[in-house]
Each structure stands twice: as C-alpha cells, then as structure tokens.
C-alpha cells in the first residue's frame, strides 16, 4: 500500500512565523497535492506538483509557497503564518493513470 | 460558490439499516466522480467512483448512484456497520480532467449506532 507521510499530527505556531510543513511518499507519484480541510469548506486545493522542481498554483494559494527538490517529498511552506490558516493540512499523492489519491494522515495547525 | 455540495453535515443511522449520502452539484461538465471515507486522525481513503456513462456502480455494501439530469449523486451502504462510521466527501472532475481538477464537497459525518 501507498504511504504517505505528513512530519507532525499537531502544531502551535505564533503569528508571523514561518512554517513548514512537510509530506514524504514511499511509491515513486509523480503528483503530488497539498489540500485544507475547513469545516463546512471540504477539501480546497492550495498547490500540487507534476513532478521534481515543478509546481502549479490550486484554489487557495494565497499565503502559502510550496517546494518540490525530490520525487518523494513535497513540502508546504507558510511565509508569514495568520491566525486564518489555523487549519486541517492534507497530503496527498497520485500515480500515473490512477484516479485515487493517497492522503496522509493530516497536520492540523494551529495559528495563535 | 460551492460547486459540489452535501447539504447534510451529519446522518444517524441504525445498525443494518441502510445509510443514505446524498451530493449534488452545479457544474454539467463533471462526469466522473468519487466518494471518499475519513476516519479521525487519519486521511481520507478512496472508497467508490463512478463515471456519467453509469448511472450506478456497486462494490460490496456500498453502491453510487447517479442522476445526470438531476446533477445528484448518492451513496448507499447497505447494511451500515459501527465501523463504517466517518465523515464521507464526494468528489467530482471533467472526464478529461486530473485528480487537479477534483472538487470536494463539504462532507456528512456518518453515525452509525449499535
């Protein structure tokens, strides 16, 4: 089974610090997503990735930047982190002609 | 505005009865699409899809329906079981779309009472 891996369960940051969230998978995807889970909003894309050092702005990118340096991690990055992306963070992954995508567990983030 | 939507944020329901998840959507040019389970602290898993040509695809206790004309889905599971308790999204695309391109709605967290 495809494993996706997000680096924390929880964390507390402070206003106006930088973030990083990280997300490694173990089956060679070359697609890769960064979702947020709102209540009431559903899953709402922020970036995803084709491929190594290649990436494509989602619904959501405001606020957020996104690295891709190796085939198996995906980071999400908070420049300046707002109380207003307190949030669930998902992960997710994609093969090649595969509908399904793989989350991860998830990081939820809280902004104070 | 919300391009898929599941009116309803929660559904009780008793063990072996069946579970009724309703979606709807806006957008005509969806033709595939998904339903996903999400259990706390975990990600959501893929669970059935269907494409327009079908308007019904079947895995075990769980079956999809769709209406075209009427822009719904439903998912049935049949007999609902405790484990089958969870949020539940449904998720729609373009035919010629990527996963990119899914639009996930709110979601309805399913009880299922023993």
């Known amino acids: 089974d495809v494993k996706v891996t997000q680096s924390s369960r929880y964390l507390v940051k402070r206003t106006g610090e930088k973030v990083f969230l990280e997300c490694v998978q173990d089956m060679d995807h070359e697609n890769m997503f960064w979702y947020r889970q709102d209540p009431g909003l559903g899953l709402r894309l922020i970036y995803f990735s084709y491929d190594v050092k290649m990436k494509e702005k989602g619904d959501i990118p405001e606020g957020y930047s996104v690295s891709r340096e190796k085939k198996e991690r995906f980071s999400l990055i908070l420049e300046s982190a707002s109380t207003n992306q307190t949030s669930m963070y998902l992960c997710?992954?994609?093969?090649?002609?595969?509908?399904?995508?793989?989350f991860g567990s998830g990081t939820q983030l809280s902004v104070l | 505005d919300q391009q898929v939507k599941q009116n309803s944020p929660s559904l009780s329901v008793q063990e072996g009865r069946i579970s009724i998840l309703n979606c709807d959507y806006t957008n005509s040019m969806f033709d595939y699409f998904l339903w996903y389970k999400k259990y706390p602290a975990e990600g959501p898993t893929f669970l059935i899809s269907i494409s327009s040509i079908k308007d019904k695809n079947e895995d075990g206790r769980f079956t999809v329906f769709l209406n075209k004309s009427a822009k719904h889905l439903s998912l049935h599971i049949v007999p609902s079981q405790p484990g089958d308790s969870a949020v539940y999204f449904c998720?729609?695309?373009?035919?010629?779309?990527?996963?990119?391109?899914?639009?996930f709605g709110s979601g309805t967290q399913l009880t299922v009472l023993p």
């Open positions: 998720a729609a695309r373009f035919s010629s779309g990527s996963a990119r391109q899914l639009t």
């Open positions: 997710a992954s994609k093969g090649p002609g595969n509908e399904k995508l793989f």
